[in-house]
C-alpha cells in the first residue's frame, strides 16, 4: 500500500507502486508510474507520460515531467523514464522531449541536486552528480560517473564521457572526452580526473595507459585522425584507452580542448 497525504492530488489513472510515500500537497498526473519505495517529500508535481523507479527519493518543489520548453514542440506523445535510487533535490525540473516518441532518460544512482535542469532528449547514465544549478540543454549525452559542477551550462547535443568533470561556473559547447578534467568560461582541458579514477578502482597499468592516450589527443599537437590511430596501434588491449579513441572518433561537435 502507498501512503499519500491527504492534501495530495492523485489522478486514480496514476500507478502507484507499494510502499510509495506522496507528501502533503503534491500532484501527481495521470500518466505517471511511480516504482515501490520511492519518497516524494512535499509540495511536487509529476506530469506527462513520466515513470520513475524504485527507491527514487524527490524533494520538495521538484517539477518532474512537464512539457518541453522546446518551442519546436507541435504535439504528440513525449516520455520522461527515471531508473531507480536516484535522489532529485529541490526546485529540480526534468522535462519530457519534443518530438512525438520521444524520450529523456535518466539511469540509476544518480544524485541531482537543487536547482538542476535536465531539457528534452537528454540520456544521463548512472552514477551521475550534478551540482546546485547545473543545467542541461537538450539532446545531450551524459555518461556514467560524471561529475557537473555547480551553475555548469551545457550547450544542446554535447556530450560528456564517462569519469568526466565538469567545473563550477564552466560553460561546454563541445564533447568532454572521458576521464577528463574540465573548466572555466570559456571552457578548456585542464587534466584528467584521476581522483575518480583511483576511486573508482582503475589499476596503474590501465591509469598509464589512459595518460598516455590523453597526450596524444591534447599535447602532441595532433590532428584528431591521427591521435585516435595512435591510440588504436599503441593500446589496443586497453579498453579504456580506446574507449577514448572511439568518443574522440564519433564526436560531431568537436572535442572540448
Known amino acids: 500500500m502507498a501512503n499519500i497525504h491527504p492534501t495530495a492530488i492523485v489522478d486514480p489513472k496514476a500507478r502507484i507502486g507499494n510502499n510509495v510515500s506522496i507528501g502533503p500537497y503534491s500532484v501527481i498526473g495521470p500518466n505517471v508510474t511511480i516504482g515501490n519505495d520511492t519518497t516524494l517529500k512535499s509540495h511536487i508535481v509529476v506530469e506527462g507520460r513520466t515513470t520513475i523507479g524504485e527507491r527514487c527519493e524527490i524533494f520538495p518543489y521538484a517539477s518532474i515531467g512537464q512539457k518541453t520548453q522546446d518551442l ?11 531508473g531507480n535510487d536516484n535522489t532529485i533535490r529541490e526546485f529540480v525540473t526534468i522535462n519530457t522531449a519534443t518530438k512525438d516518441s520521444g524520450k529523456t532518460i535518466i539511469g540509476n544512482n544518480n544524485h541531482i541536486m537543487a536547482y538542476c535542469h535536465i531539457a528534452h532528449e537528454c540520456v ?40 568526466a568533470m565538469v567545473g563550477a561556473c564552466t ?84 572535442i572540448q580542448r
Open 124 to 163: 544521463l547514465g548512472n552514477h551521475i552528480i550534478m551540482s546546485n544549478l547545473a543545467t542541461l540543454a537538450g539532446h545531450i549525452i551524459i555518461e556514467d560517473y560524471v561529475v557537473i559542477g555547480g551553475m555548469g551550462g551545457i550547450h544542446q547535443f554535447c556530450r560528456i564521457g564517462k569519469m
Open 171 to 254: 560553460k561546454i559547447n563541445q564533447d568532454v572526452v572521458p576521464y577528463t578534467i574540465v573548466e572555466g568560461n570559456p571552457a578548456r582541458t585542464c587534466g584528467l580526473n584521476l581522483v575518480r579514477l583511483k576511486r573508482l578502482g582503475i589499476d596503474s597499468e590501465t591509469l598509464s595507459d589512459v595518460k598516455k592516450s590523453y597526450s596524444l589527443v591534447f599535447r602532441k599537437q595532433l590532428k584528431a585522425r591521427e591521435a585516435v590511430e595512435r591510440i588504436r596501434a599503441e593500446f589496443a588491449s586497453c579498453a579504456e584507452a580506446l574507449s577514448v579513441a572511439d568518443f574522440v572518433e564519433s564526436s560531431e561537435r568537436g
Open 72 to 82: 519546436k514542440y507541435a504535439g504528440g506523445k513525449t516520455y520522461l523514464e527515471i
